[in-house]
């Protein structure tokens, strides 16, 4: 099965270097399958010439259209393609992943027959419980999974506040010398209302809050970032992005220092983005993860129960080092 991509981004950047660079939305072949974008891409990023700052090896790009927002990351991890593989398609991974993302609280998941389903409980940036989160409920499925290729989509109806058809899409393949190459799509539907809202809240009290898309520059010769819904759907899809990656750097770790550093590394990815996707001083980011780190396991815990299955998740950490 394809997924139809607008996938027509040039990347502007030799990602081996760790730089970043972001370029506008070319036109792309409507039928080229979606392994040979990727093939294209990598080959894209193995000659051009690097360009950029940003120390993080991405590339950006979203779309309004009608209802629907999306938000697109590509991007070159510096791991081999079965490390990536065989990390994405265990569903339980996806929770440890998602749930550093400041508005995640939670992540649970669970199996039935053939199907998984993972839980996101979502809500504000600072601490919450996740009683009092918006659950999201996503089916996990694996649509193509081979020695060279990689295909992951997750789905939910309805999501809070007048959204719905959230859509995230992964896929992955081989960029040679041990590295792979990735795109992490998110996407969803909103009702008229929510569009209202979201609009107003953009025009007011977030009208500082921008994306990655450089729309112009200004007198003084500064970039100007793309605001609005499409600044806020390129922020949630390049904190997604940056928490697999996060998750795929610290495998190296011990299992029971394996949240530690990923909470750490996700911060520090992300502080180098600081005007798009700063909310939270450091401190107060790990500790509000350490709370809601063990609420997740005990609703996992809880849910493993009624089910009769192991929740098989990291131990807990009650504490953080002083390294970081």
């Not at 398609?89 to 998602?98: A, G, I, L």
């Not at 009092?132 to 193509?144: G, P």
């Not at 609009?199 to 609005?228: R, S, W």
């Amino acid at each position: 099965m394809l997924i139809r991509y607008r996938l027509s981004i040039t990347l502007s950047v030799i990602f081996a270097t760790g730089l970043l660079w972001y370029t506008p939305v070319l036109a792309t072949q409507p039928n080229q399958p979606a392994h040979e974008i990727l093939l294209d891409k990598c080959r894209e990023i193995k000659t051009t010439p690097t360009k950029g700052t940003y120390g993080v090896p991405i590339c950006i790009e979203s779309s309004e259209e009608g209802d629907v927002f999306r938000g697109e990351v590509y991007g070159i991890f510096e791991h081999p393609f079965k490390t990536v593989r065989d990390a994405l398609t265990e569903p339980r991974n996806w929770c440890d992943m998602v749930s550093v993302h400041y508005n995640i609280k939670a992540c649970t998941w669970r199996s039935s027959a053939d199907q998984y389903f993972l839980t996101f409980y979502s809500g504000s940036k600072n601490y919450q419980a996740p009683e009092d989160a918006y659950q999201l409920d996503f089916d996990f499925r694996v649509m193509e999974h081979t020695s060279e290729y990689l295909e992951l989509l997750l789905t939910a109806d309805e999501g809070p506040f007048d959204t719905k058809d959230y859509r995230i899409e992964f896929e992955a393949m081989p960029a040679g010398q041990g590295k792979t190459i990735a795109h992490f799509s998110y996407s969803y539907r909103t009702g008229f209302a929510a569009r209202l809202a979201i609009k107003l809240y953009y025009q007011t009290i977030a009208y500082d809050k921008v994306g990655f898309t450089v729309i112009k520059n200004d007198e003084q010769d500064n970039p100007v970032y793309v605001g609005g819904t499409k600044g806020m759907i390129e922020r949630n899809a390049v904190r997604y992005y940056l928490a697999i990656r996060a998750y795929l750097d610290t495998l190296s770790y011990p299992d029971n220092e394996r949240f530690e550093q990923r909470i750490n590394r996700w911060y520090d990815l992300t502080d180098r983005f600081r005007r798009q996707l700063f909310e939270l001083d450091k401190a107060d980011y790990l500790q509000c993860k350490i709370r809601e780190r063990q609420n997740q396991i005990a609703l996992q815990h809880q849910l493993s129960q009624s089910l009769g299955e192991n929740p098989m998740l990291d131990p807990p950490r009650t504490q953080l080092s002083e390294n970081r």
